[in-house]
């Protein structure tokens, strides 16, 4: 049964680093057995829903997430494992040994990027995969510690913000006097952005009203005369907040012929954008005349 | 000449390190990634500098982009979706995003025209760019390796 243990850079050498499992955990066939047959068809799509969800909260696109899913159920012998995704639903549902239809589903709501995450959950799909009988009692273990990876301090994302913002006033072509300006925006438009994420508002309007505050504060500094090219500093600092993840995700649902999830995702790329446009040029508007 | 691709080239490096930060790319990833995606900025840059086109300039870095992260994501075992998202995020177009509404806004209906032209032609070669290449290394996994698909 002891097939090659992979052990790679991955959660599992971490979760062994800090004794959260230890090897016998990790394959328990005798484990299985002593489960009920529908206990344990609960368990693992319960589970797996879970796996699911965490892997389009990070940035996923369906086509990776149905089929890591479909995957791990074969692994587990499910019959007519199938999966469905799309960025605000996931739809799981198989057979169980006595051919009873199991299925469940969840509702999608939180989309945040974590490619950190994403990497792990796709390391642990990985070893679920090419391991034979790898315990309930793993995968949940593992997922738990995958959920609580670290979040950012928010200073760390507004520092980032201002590195961006500074590299794309150079390939703008902005004066060395618009760096200023670039960071207090930069510094405006996340702090905004980040308050109004926290709340769960509508990503449009909240992408309205951190680019519209954004460009208040560059129009200020225009008419004091600190810097000298608002329009520059306002694109260079919404460049942060342009939905690449978005546009590129939806154009690889496309290859993949998803088109619901990839027009879901292409339509919401193209209102933040034009929100994101339009809060700033209003600003222009109003402080301009 | 190459002071300036250098200059363009740690510009686009500082974006992609900020970047890396923002979506917690982290590990064994961080420096393919911020190499693909500066890599990728400097070629589009390169290329419009010494030919002029705008959109092939774009469709090549998006093909070098798409190539870099399907043989990284190969190389590393990971989804390629961080390298190639790193990557596209400097060529998308926020620039003519902005002077389109700028101009419509402002009711220079030409200009809007012309922005806005560019800016959707920019985006619309990138995605074909991307979906060309993942097309192909998926037909050539179904052809080398059908047994895996």
């Not at chain 1, 618009?178 to 990503?203: C, E, P, Q």
């Not at chain 2, 992260?69 to 995020?89: D, Q």
């Amino acid at each position: 049964m002891q097939k090659q243990y992979i052990l790679r850079e991955n959660v599992i050498k971490e979760m062994y680093n800090k004794n959260i499992i230890n090897k016998e955990q990790i394959f328990d066939s005798a484990n299985q057995k002593s489960y009920n047959q529908v206990d344990f068809s609960q368990q693992l799509i319960d589970l797996c829903l879970d796996f699911g969800n965490l892997m389009l909260e990070s940035g996923a696109e369906s086509s990776r997430v149905e089929d890591s899913i479909v995957r791990i159920l074969k692994s587990y012998n499910r019959k007519s494992a199938s999966a469905f995704a799309i960025p605000t639903l996931l739809l799981i549902s198989f057979k169980n040994d006595n051919d009873e239809i199991i299925t469940t589903s969840k509702r999608v709501s939180y989309i945040h990027n974590d490619f950190y995450k994403l990497d792990q959950l796709s390391n642990l799909s990985y070893e679920i995969c090419n391991n034979e009988n790898i315990s309930l009692e793993f995968f949940q273990k593992s997922l738990q510690h995958i959920k609580v990876s670290s979040e950012y301090r928010p200073f760390t994302t507004i520092f980032s913000t201002i590195i961006v913002s500074l590299g794309f006033i150079y390939i703008f072509r902005g004066s060395l006097r618009d760096v200023i300006g670039a960071i207090l925006t930069a510094i405006v438009m996340r702090s905004t952005f980040d308050f109004l994420s926290r709340k769960r508002l509508n990503s449009l309007f909240i992408n309205l009203i951190s680019s519209f505050l954004g460009g208040i504060v560059s129009e200020i500094l225009f008419s004091i005369n600190i810097v000298d090219n608002p329009s520059i500093i306002i694109v260079s600092t919404f460049m942060n907040f342009v939905p690449g993840i978005m546009i590129t995700n939806a154009i690889r649902d496309y290859t993949r012929g998803d088109y619901t999830s990839g027009t879901n995702k292409l339509i919401e790329a193209l209102l933040i954008a034009i929100s994101l446009a339009i809060g700033s040029v209003f600003a222009r508007i109003l402080l301009r005349g | 000449m190459p002071l300036t691709i250098l200059k363009e080239f740690l510009a686009s490096l500082l974006i992609s390190i900020g970047f890396s930060i923002q979506f917690r790319i982290k590990g064994r990833l961080l420096v393919p990634a911020i190499f693909g995606s500066s890599l990728g900025w400097t070629l589009c840059f390169l290329y419009n500098e010494i030919w002029g086109n705008i959109f092939i300039a774009n469709f090549i870095a998006g093909c070098f982009v798409a190539i870099w992260s399907e043989s990284f994501s190969r190389i590393l075992k990971t989804p390629s979706t961080s390298f190639l998202i790193l990557g596209v995020i400097p060529l998308v177009p926020g620039r003519g995003i902005y002077l389109t509404f700028l101009n419509i806004v402002e009711g220079n209906g030409a200009s809007a025209i012309k922005s806005g032209n560019e800016t959707l032609g920019i985006a619309l070669i990138i995605a074909l760019a991307i979906l060309i290449i993942n097309s192909l290394f998926i037909l050539f996994k179904q052809v080398f390796y059908p047994s895996n698909s």
